[in-house]
């Protein structure tokens, strides 16, 4: 469970860095509430990209490497020049920072925690929030480039709205409040939320499987592009309430499905 006072970000990148699936991550989305100058950092010396969906996008700044150059269109959100060498001066430390991530000699929470404390003593922290600046500097550029960027971020970001309002529907007792006394008794609530929550995602997953390939069998054209906004993280059809038995007789067709 993530602590209330911490960035979820440097959490995510813990488990991101503990996948242990055969899926390649090569980009986070989440909103503002998750970004920091030194998780941009991480994230790219880590090789993925970043890529947070910025509330007051436009009063957010910019670094620049020549403050001499003139940019018409975004000068007034330029704030200063970045530091390139306290970034080159400390480049080796901050791939030595990269590799024990990668290795899992550290975790990124543990990590980002130790490097917060006191930032003014750590010439590496002052290293990698430089080179988050540069990194946050490109993404926003980009981010005000091109609308088709900002869509996807949106996109993923709405995947992930529809699976907390699945688990919304279905904390439905109390109020989707967790009363438990004990941390214990609340991570087994948590363990026991995220294991329904599994299971009717795999379900959904199975049957929208099952229904894509019965209408590519009718003829029907079914483009990559539609296939992007399917999200198996629906509910309409999950009754919630009332008793529930599970009939092992009941027919199924001969790829183990209901019809």
């Known amino acids: 469970m993530t602590p209330p006072t911490q960035r979820e970000a440097a959490y995510t990148l813990d488990k991101i860095l503990d996948n242990a699936s055969d899926l390649t991550i090569q980009e986070h989305t989440t909103d503002t509430g998750g970004y920091t100058e030194l998780i941009f950092a991480l994230f790219d010396l880590l090789g993925m990209q970043f890529a947070p969906r910025l509330k007051d996008i436009s009063d ?92 996807r971020i949106d996109s993923q970001l709405n995947k992930g709205e529809k699976l907390h309002t699945l688990r919304a529907h279905l904390h439905s007792a109390n109020r989707g409040r967790i009363r438990k006394k004990y941390p214990q008794e609340h991570l087994n609530q948590a363990n026991c939320l995220n294991l329904i929550t599994n299971a009717i995602t795999v379900w959904n997953t199975v049957y929208m499987q099952a229904a894509l390939e019965h209408l590519k069998a009718q003829g029907e054209p079914i483009s990559e592009d539609e296939l992007m906004h399917l999200s198996p993280a629906r509910f309409e059809h999950i009754n919630l309430y009332g008793r529930f038995s599970f009939e092992i007789s009941v027919p199924l067709t001969s790829s183990g499905l209901r019809p």
């Open 60 to 151: 957010t700044s910019l670094y620049c490497i020549d403050p001499q150059k003139v940019y018409p269109h975004i000068q007034g959100i330029i704030t200063r020049k970045l530091n390139l060498t306290l970034i080159i001066q400390h480049w080796d430390e901050l791939l030595r920072i990269a590799a024990s991530l990668k290795f899992k000699w550290v975790t990124a929470s543990w990590l980002i925690r130790k490097l917060q404390t006191f930032p003014r003593q750590y010439i590496l922290t002052r290293a990698l929030q430089e080179y988050g600046r540069l990194v946050k500097t490109i993404f926003i550029l980009r981010y005000f480039q091109s609308e088709a960027y900002r869509r």
